[in-house]
């Protein structure tokens, strides 16, 4: 083997070590953490744990930036705490260290790393349309929450968790003139914050019963 | 003893036709000048006939933009006043528009109704109505024109929370929906 052979060997044994050597040398990464409530909801005041040592709260925009030293690779437990009224997910996250830079080269990037915060309570605000339903009172799980205006239209809003089932009702007992009595809806709150719009139809007793006689003629001919 | 009439002849009557004097006109003069008058004017106005048109034309034409830019002058002079107007009232034009005065205001109906210096401004009939509208739009779907409308009922009604909480899950859902909020005036 010629002389320019083995210096070439050598110098990309070199190469090699002292890349090897760089890799896992300790150095500095930048993470910023951006906590939410919900996608794009952004949240203060959850405390962050790297590997079980806290590194401080999101400010009120959400974020908190941090410098966490390691190896290039090195795998890092995330973990945070969730302000009253939020809960966190219960399994931890990993990290892995990783150096990026942008195209432009305009130095080294942080990592950015979305962690989750999750209400522990909905908020569902209910629209009522009653049709030829002024005055009427709507009760949420039996208690007298709203009362619909000459238009027929009622606002309320109930809070409660993901899950949650929640029986409106319409009490037409001042009105006994008035079909369907008493006419209940159940609803579930979904994982975030919603608007349910309620169209109820009232009539009077005869109107109801034509409608209703009307309905099964129909019926039959179908 | 009766004397016949006499028949006179006019000088100037070329063909020298005899004429009662009790008919003769005592004059020709004064009336053929006029009428000449009127011949030469007639006349002028038939050779000018085109340019007159033409210079009323153009006469129309510069009375027409006068005007209109005298009221478009006279539209941006109220526009100004209104702008003037809702910079002084932060609450802007539609609930300006809507202030009523507070003694003929029947109180609000409703489970979480309570009275307020601002919605005491509003008549009943016309909080159904911006209810009924509110409503109505989000029963359309048309989240994006409902949230102003029910940020002016949280305006009007601070202490309903229930306009308020609308406000907040109308701003969730256009989150995350990605919508943008319309521009004010683009709304129905």
Partial sequence: ?222 | MRLPATMVIDDRDDEKTLVDARFAVPDHTPREEPQARWRGASAWLRRRRRRIAEAGAVLALVLGLGAVAYQQSREVDALRERIDAMKRDRSGSFVGGLARSSSSAPPPVGAEATSNPSSGEVTQSERESLERRGAMLIGSNDFSCALPHYRMLTELFPQQRVFRDVVTVLEAKLRRSGSVEPASGSCP
């Fill in chain 1, 1 to 222: 083997m010629s002389l320019t052979s083995w210096s070439t060997i050598v110098f990309a044994a070199a190469a090699l070590t002292s890349c090897e050597g760089s890799t896992n040398a300790m150095q500095s990464f930048d993470v910023v953490f951006r906590v939410e409530s919900d996608p794009g909801v952004r949240l203060g005041g959850a405390r962050v744990f790297v590997d079980g040592e806290s590194i401080g709260e999101t400010r009120s925009d959400g974020l908190l930036g941090a410098e966490l030293y390691g190896r290039s690779g090195q795998r890092l437990r995330i973990e945070h705490d969730c302000p009253e009224g939020y809960e966190a997910p219960s399994q931890p996250k990993l990290l892995r260290l990783r150096s990026f830079h942008g195209i432009d080269a305009s130095g080294s990037l942080a990592m950015e790393i979305t962690l989750r915060c999750r209400p522990e309570k909905r908020l569902a605000a209910f629209i009522v349309r009653a049709k030829n339903g002024p005055g009427i009172p709507v009760l949420l799980d039996g208690e007298r929450v709203a009362r619909t205006n000459g238009f027929g239209v009622a606002h309320f809003s109930a809070w409660g968790a993901a899950g949650t089932e929640l029986t409106v009702q319409f009490d037409t007992s001042a009105q006994p003139e008035l079909r369907p009595q008493l006419q209940t809806r159940l609803f579930t709150l979904p994982d975030a914050d919603e608007i349910f719009v309620i169209d109820q139809s009232f009539a009077p007793v005869e109107q109801h019963r034509k409608s209703k006689r009307r309905r099964t003629k129909i019926t039959k001919i179908e």
